[in-house]
């Protein structure tokens, strides 16, 4: 145990779509806590034991999902701040709750870990939030940052306050003179911070803009376009009430690329629906992997299956062999996933990235040949398919990402000695 001081302290805590993390400055460094063993990020993730009635998170709870034990697995919960869905009730581990009790009882025991490990009490939270949780709606957007307050304080926390996660993440950059651009895909969002700093390395902020949009939108369309079909999407279904055939419905299928939804997926109705489908297809053994996946569970393999043939695709020394490994579902399946085809299934997020980037120098009133250096944040701001997008709208930048994956969580700790001065 590492003791600090005695007084209370705020933490700086990023709370993310897909991976947290949380930390404080010390000796005016950022010093991230170890929220599991040799780790200072923690993906985002929880599992309901059926059998202990427990609620594990991170990589314990990941193990979970992977080894077959019986029980929930949920992840991408941030992406339920603000909608309706947030306050529906569940039966996990035992109790009736709503997802505001599960995001706040992991944000508690981020709490618990981080007095464990400093030996501080810490009664207050800096959090990082994204620039839009939602991209054109300003109410649903100011009720996300509502529900995400009231989940800190369910777990814990006396006050919260909050700093949008490009901002965060230039507090940890390295000081450069010049115009600069925070490009920050996370999760759920993407974030954009333009700014410039002078000689002394004093910041100022010109403009920070956002939309929802992340890397799991990424592996969303991936799995559309590229696993589902494997398990039946497009696939013609025998009218049963005359003649002829139509395309299988797609909102199963969407729902099962979808990160948030695939709890939902696992209730009666949804499997009988996917076994009338098998029961009538054209070609029943595609229907007939979705009815399995469905049954076993797999929705999530799925996912993190997409997740690693994104990975493999993305500069890989192997990359034109890429592919997303389907193995669960069937002995030898697997999707080609060469980097050309992860491309064009990503060419019209990556698009809109570049647009909204390209909106942020706008309301900075920066022209984009005048910023002299892209500060790439955030597992997909890695992408080469993003870091050409922003290569192209500033060609005289430099592409810097150094710290992609640290940089908000950095920021937050080192702003979280001064957020309730």
Excluded at 378 to 392: D, F, I
Aim: aromatic share 6%.
């Amino acid at each position: 145990m590492t003791t600090l001081t005695s007084r209370p302290q705020t933490l700086g805590i990023d709370f993310g779509t897909s991976n947290s993390a949380a930390g404080l400055a010390v000796a005016g460094r950022p010093w991230l806590v170890d929220l599991e063993p040799g780790e200072n990020t923690l993906p985002t993730a929880v599992f309901f034991d059926s059998e202990t009635k427990a609620m594990r998170i991170g990589r314990s709870a990941t193990r979970a999902l992977i080894e077959g034990e019986d029980g929930r697995f949920m992840r991408a919960l941030k992406s339920l701040l603000g909608t309706p869905l947030l306050y529906e009730k569940r039966r996990l581990g035992g109790e009736m709750m709503d997802f505001t009790d599960v995001i706040a009882r992991f944000l508690r025991e981020v709490k618990r870990r981080a007095e464990l490990a400093t030996g501080l009490e810490f009664t207050h939270a800096l959090s990082g939030r994204p620039v839009k949780f939602h991209s054109s709606d300003a109410e649903r957007n100011a009720r996300a940052e509502e529900d995400l307050r009231g989940c800190y304080q369910k777990a814990g926390f006396a006050d919260v306050r909050f700093l949008f996660e490009p901002e965060a993440a230039l507090r940890a950059a390295r000081p450069q003179a010049g115009i600069g651009l925070v490009v920050d895909i996370g999760g759920g969002t993407s974030d954009f911070t333009c700014f410039e700093q002078g000689e002394d390395g004093e910041t100022r902020i010109l403009a920070s803009h956002g939309l929802r949009l992340g890397g799991t939108d990424f592996d969303r369309q991936l799995s559309i376009d590229h696993v589902m079909p494997h398990l039946g999407r497009g696939a013609m279904i025998r009218n049963t009430f005359g003649g002829g055939s139509l395309p299988a419905p797609n909102r199963m299928f969407n729902d099962l690329a979808t990160w948030q939804m695939i709890p939902f997926l696992y209730g009666g109705d949804s499997r009988r629906a996917a076994r009338d489908l098998a029961q009538n297809a054209e070609d029943p053994l595609l229907l007939n992997r979705l009815v399995r996946v469905l049954e076993e569970e797999l929705g999530h393999d799925l996912a993190f299956a997409t997740e690693a043939g994104k990975i493999r695709a993305n500069g890989s020394e192997d990359a034109g062999n890429a592919r997303i490994d389907l193995r669960i579902v069937e002995r030898g399946l697997a999707a080609p996933l060469p980097p050309e085809a992860m491309d064009h299934s990503l060419a019209e997020m990556v698009a809109s990235i570049r647009a909204e980037a390209q909106e942020t120098l706008r309301l900075a009133e920066v022209a984009p040949e005048r910023v002299t250096r892209c500060v790439m944040v955030g597992g997909s701001g890695l992408l080469e398919s993003v870091r050409s997008a922003m290569r192209g709208l500033c060609p005289d930048a430099e592409i810097e990402t150094e710290r992609a994956m640290t940089a908000v969580a950095d920021g937050l700790a080192l702003a979280a000695q001064d957020a309730f001065a």
